[in-house]
């Protein structure tokens, strides 16, 4: 997700409302100065816990967002404890589980390479509840999932969750052929399993509930995501993966403004994009936005699987989009085909009399015959 400043994107608006329509008009805003810290991540009180820093960029920039690296990254406690976090690359930052104190705050120190510290409020470490089920249902031609949970001492009341999917797939052709040394031959042990794969997505939208106004704390079937019919990830199996972190109402306050501006899809119906307010500060320069809000907590998991045949019988399942097409040994030689592996050989073409000897190959590409070009051919060790 590529975080801009809010104040460019408002003027950007503003801007288009006031520009012709024959001649687009680019503001300078959009090239001003624009490179402030964003911090993603939170302290998790029981499991890893990574931070990520970047920096904000200008509208008309659809580059990648710079990385911060190199920086010092400490969790404080108000006793005077602190833990260091390891520099992995990319501007992520990680250190193993931690045994927090719930009866103590916790802040996040930032020192980056231009010497320039960041602190966050001392935060409560919030105890995540167990995620009570995660449930599908199949309703107009999608695959709907859905997550349940509760307190039972009603302390939690604001929730936040992320999820991993993972399917297995096959190719769109499956093939027993290898080209190799400018030859085909018939695939063997040796050889790399290419007809078995899985693909694993992090989710991408910002997921919340609340029962603020509910005298119990429960949170009954909300909707984490819907999968089309045909979609190729439930097309043979397919598995779901809910994190629950339990959120302050500042947190979720933050969180509900971000998941509001980064859907907005700006027509002048939409509400305006609104500032967010950080708990993240910049102690060498306190005008200086930070962007990002720290919260603190346990958290819970719950996996999910979903075979193709658990789903309706008259759905028609995904069909993949790949194509096939023949070369003859008369009209060509295979290394002209084959060689750089861009396309595969599928399966041999015979004499409409009946030869003994193959006189051409289906072929079709990488990717539509081997399944590692979008995944791996490990299984995970939780699949069942």
């Known amino acids: 997700m590529k975080i801009k400043n809010w104040r460019v994107t408002l003027g950007w608006f503003l801007m288009l409302l006031v520009s012709s329509c024959v001649e687009p008009y680019s503001p300078k805003v959009m090239e001003a100065p624009n490179s ?29 967002p710079p990385a911060e690296t190199g920086a010092v990254v400490k969790i404080e406690a108000e006793n005077g404890e602190n833990y260091r976090l390891q520099d992995i690359g990319g501007g992520n930052y990680t250190i193993g589980s931690l045994t927090l104190n719930p009866a103590v705050k916790y802040r996040l120190f930032i020192k980056t390479r231009d010497n320039k510290e960041y602190v966050s409020d001392f935060i409560e ?27 039972p001492k009603n302390d939690t009341r604001y929730y936040r969750w992320e999820f991993e ?18 030859a085909i031959r018939i695939r063997d042990d040796r050889d790399e399993e290419i007809s078995n794969c899985w693909r694993t997505e992090r989710s991408t939208t910002i997921e919340l509930s609340n029962s603020a106004r509910l005298s119990k704390d429960v949170i009954s079937n909300y909707k984490l995501l819907a999968l089309p019919y045909n979609s190729e990830r439930v097309a043979i199996k397919y598995s779901l993966l809910v994190k629950q972190y339990a959120l302050s109402r500042q947190a979720y306050e933050y969180w509900e403004i971000l998941k509001k501006n980064t859907e907005s899809i700006g027509t002048l119906f939409d509400p305006l994009p609104s500032q967010l307010t950080s708990n993240i500060r910049c102690t060498t320069n306190p005008e200086e936005p930070v962007i990002g809000f720290l919260s603190a907590s346990t958290m819970q998991e719950k996996r999910i699987f979903l075979e193709s ?5 008259e759905w028609r399942l995904f069909n993949p989009t790949c194509i096939a097409d023949t070369m003859l040994l008369s009209q060509g030689n295979i290394v002209d085909y ?12 015979y004499p409409p009399s009946g030869g003994m000897f193959p006189i051409g190959y289906v072929y079709a590409s990488r990717a539509c015959v081997d399944c590692t070009v979008r995944g791996t051919n490990v299984k995970p060790d939780y699949w069942e």
């Open 309 to 313: 045949k658990d789903l309706p019988r």
């Open 338 to 349: 084959f060689k750089g592996g861009y396309n595969m050989p599928v399966s041999e073409v």
């Open 125 to 151: 470490v919030k105890q995540t509840p167990a995620i009570d089920e995660v449930t599908w249902k199949a309703v107009d031609n999608e695959v709907q999932f859905f997550v349940s949970t509760h307190d």
């Open 165 to 182: 999917d993972t399917w297995h797939f096959r190719p769109a052709f499956p093939t027993i052929f290898k080209y190799e040394n400018g």
């Open 36 to 64: 402030f810290l964003v911090v993603n991540g939170f302290i998790n009180s029981n499991g890893p816990t990574t931070i990520q820093l970047l920096r904000t960029q200008n509208l008309s920039d659809e580059s990648t």
